[in-house]
């Protein structure tokens, strides 16, 4: 039988499991990668690890995400997080739009989905979570890229991509990262000197809009302004941590990191660079788990979904063939807590 299944653990993790094998206490950090409609293919892993895996946890538990990434997290920083995952899926598959739809069309779209995933008690359950430290990193915008005059955004990113084929670094140039959480003074990311980096709480005034901003694609979104931060217009958390190839903070745990790919993109503006992937140093520590190529091939159209499915499909079409990823990303869950449950997990590792 075909494994669902690509396992790649960095070096630290790999002698890590294989020594005492993978527990969740073990686990310090959770990342959540931007990718728009490719979160669904990690629903069915979400489903195990937000409701199985993690489910007696104790110890604090940090969760970073930005875009997607920050949505799927915030529903394991729920009381409930598989009832959180369905109505997210259930919101988001519904989602409907004429063609080139307005950025103010697609925002109100996407506020009401994240309505639906919070519900009345989303927010008050993040901000007490006994265990799960929730940060929604989010890009607050400078010069031209704050525009919502779609040329000169458009302007102000161009610049910020030609800069960045030089350097990531340039990209404090044009943005600056902002993230938003709920961990105080224990937050492993206060470090972060990569990017201009700023550090702000979660509260519930900006708990929601930070969610929003850190969802909100160029070009595609409106931008958001977040109550009680830096005044200015903040936009996807993704525009400069893609994939999140960050340094994950001092601790010794693990990073399990559930992922679209077996590879990590630093920045949005990286994904067509080839030479620009994740630093090993960071994932030392990590534990990747992505769908396997085979996966992959049992998909509509033999591929992950994506945004173009939204003008590729009509309607019916994408909502069919998403539905369709959902029912197959069950057997990554599946699979995920055989070798959990039965203790193989660490046969299956690959070198990171």
Known sequence: MNSSL??????????????????AEDVDVVPGASGGPKWLVLAGLDRVLFGGFFRERSRPLHLIGSSIGSWRLSCLAQADPVAAVER?????????????????????????????????????????????????????????????????QMLGLGLAAMTNLISRRTLGLHLERVIFHSAGDTSPFAALKDLPSVHLPLTRENLRPALLASGSIPMVLS????????????????????????????????????????????????????????????????????????????????????????????????????????????????????LFSTGRLAERLQPL
């Open 223 to 338: 931008g958001v302004r977040i109550p009680g931060a830096t005044p200015g217009v903040y936009r996807d958390g993704g525009i400069i941590d893609y994939h999140l190839d960050l340094d994950f903070g001092p601790g010794q745990g693990l990073v399990l990191y559930p992922h679209f790919y077996p590879y990590v993109v630093p920045g949005w503006f990286d994904k067509a660079l080839s030479w620009r992937r994740a630093r090993p140093l960071n994932f030392r520590r990590a534990l990747i788990i992505a769908p396997s190529p085979e996966l992959v091939a049992s998909l509509p159209g033999g591929k992950i979904p994506d945004r173009d499915d939204f003008s590729r499909l009509s309607d019916d079409e994408r909502v069919r063939a998403w539905r369709q990823v959902l029912s197959e990303s069950r057997r990554m869950g599946d699979e995920f807590w055989e």
């Open 88 to 152: 997210f899926e259930a919101a988001y598959l519904e989602q409907r739009y004429p063609p080139d739809p307005p950025p103010s069309l697609v925002s109100q779209t996407s506020d009401r989905i994240l309505d639906t995933v919070l519900g009345k008690e989303g927010v008050e359950q993040i901000l007490r979570h006994p265990w799960a430290r929730l940060h929604i990193v989010t890009a607050l915008c400078r010069g031209l890229s704050a525009s919502e005059h779609p040329r000169v």
């Open 6 to 23: 690509t396992l790649l653990a960095g070096p630290d993790a790999l002698r890590w499991i294989r020594e005492r094998g993978l527990r």
